[in-house]
């Protein structure tokens, strides 16, 4: 992860297509959106990650003489653009919806405003940084919803695909609500607690399970977690366990923290059988720890039974998001500058559409941006609205919200009852960065807060509420006339 330069982390058409308008002396500026068209999980909201890597890839976007010398090898490119790459830098401006954030389909998470080589070279890399920690967040955040405030910690690494997966995927994973990870490189890069107990092998190493047992506690008393299923979870582990902290409390050491781990077998009904035997040896304050594949059904189901959980450990179907394995991010073309322009205007922008017969691909057109609509008595999100860059909105006027592909779907909000905030904010302006990324405890605790303010149909994990994503008037008529004007053809 450290000092890698990711400039050739680009599909081959994007350089290709590089050196076709630098040979058209194509290089007006354009706009590029990045979006989404469906939220993962058939859930009803997204969490936006990966802002910093994306920064950290712009930052460092340069070729190097190596990789001048194998696109030269490739025998696809001339001298001359290839001269033009060994000098090229990032010139333009970038938008982007912040870490945490709660996203929808439709709208703009990353908006890239540069002349359109720029843009097109940095379409890949912010499609594969944006797409991954997205999908994993947005895991992580059902995950710790089904947990009920119980802590959950990522244990997913070893089943991840690749090391940049199962790191950049924990980092996610603790933005959407995880306590701490397994991964000791990423809980040292990005300042995350790493946490853990032990494996199987541990108490097979000894001779029995009871001294395996007594000889962790000797090593971790301040936290001491034994992991109770390696022979008979009810006959040995909870029992043996229950000797070791016995014999802690003879001695006055009984850990601040301590308890069990359970990873095999009906966990909701060992989990309660061995909350029955901890309670009746009178260690009412030790805690239960459960893994083996959890997912949020998995746990809501066990909370439904009435399964007794303090903690968490999810690995597999979170680190690899195992339901919906790909966050399906798309990066558009929506505007090409006729004059002088500005990212924060609409003026002498030259909107583009793409055009489907499948509905949702059709694009919004347009230098947009994006404001989110809160009731004001509750705080809670009413609606996000895409507007074009520049236009502006009186709170204490009426507004009529409806949904752009079913429009006679119509919601009206009194004004004074409401208030908006742009959501889509500068990132870098002119290739410079201004914006600082928080740490990954701090983006944890906004995404909380953003958390909090869905309304609590729209958190279900089945048959969510949308949260609706509607078009401003001058957008939708913008959008309506390029549509009948390419309809015609």
Partial sequence: MDNRNFTLLTDYYEITMMQGYYKNHVDQKV??????????????????????????????????????????????????????????????DIYAILEGSVIFPGEPLVKVVAPIMEAQLVETAILNMINHQSLIATKAARVCYAAKGRAVMEFGLRRAQGPDAGTFGARAA????????SNVICAKEFGIPALGTHAHSWIM??????????????????????LVDTYDTLRS??????????????????????????????????????????????????????????????????????????????????????????FGGVYKLSAIANGEVSSESSENWEPRIKLSENTVKVTNPGNKTVFRIYDKKTGKIRADLIALAGETF????????????????????????????????????NGQCIYESPSVMDLQAICQQELESLWDETRRLVNPQSVYVDLSDKLYDMKKELLEKYSQH
């Fill in 205 to 226: 190493a000894f001779p029995d399970e009871l001294t395996a047992f007594r000889k962790y506690a000797e090593l971790y008393p301040a936290n001491t977690t034994l």
């Fill in 174 to 181: 603790v933005i959407g609500g995880c306590v701490g990870t």
């Fill in 237 to 326: 582990g909870v029992p043996n366990a229950i000797k070791v902290f016995e014999e802690l409390r003879e001695k006055g050491q009984i850990p601040l923290t301590y308890g069990i781990r359970l990873d095999s077998g009906d966990l909701a009904y060992l989990s309660k059988k061995a909350r029955a035997m901890l309670d009746g040896a009178g260690f009412t304050d030790a805690k239960i720890c459960i893994s083996s594949d959890l997912d949020e059904y998995l746990i809501d189901s066990l909370l439904a039974q009435g399964a007794q959980i303090d903690s968490l450990g999810v690995g597999t179907r979170l680190i690899t998001s195992m339901d919906t394995p790909a």
């Fill in 31 to 92: 706009v590029f959106d990045v979006f989404f068209r469906e939220n993962p999980d058939d859930g009803g909201f997204a969490i936006c990650a990966g802002l910093q890597q994306v920064i950290d890839y712009i930052k460092g976007l340069h070729f190097r003489y190596e990789d001048i010398d194998y696109l030269r090898s490739l025998g696809d490119f001339d001298d001359d653009f290839l001269s033009y790459l060994a000098s090229f830098h990032f010139t333009g």
């Fill in 394 to 429: 009186d709170v204490e006027e009426n507004m009529l919200l409806f949904e752009p592909e079913a429009s006679w779907k119509k919601t009206r909000l009194e004004g004074g009852t409401y208030e908006m905030r742009e959501i889509l904010v500068p990132i870098f302006k």
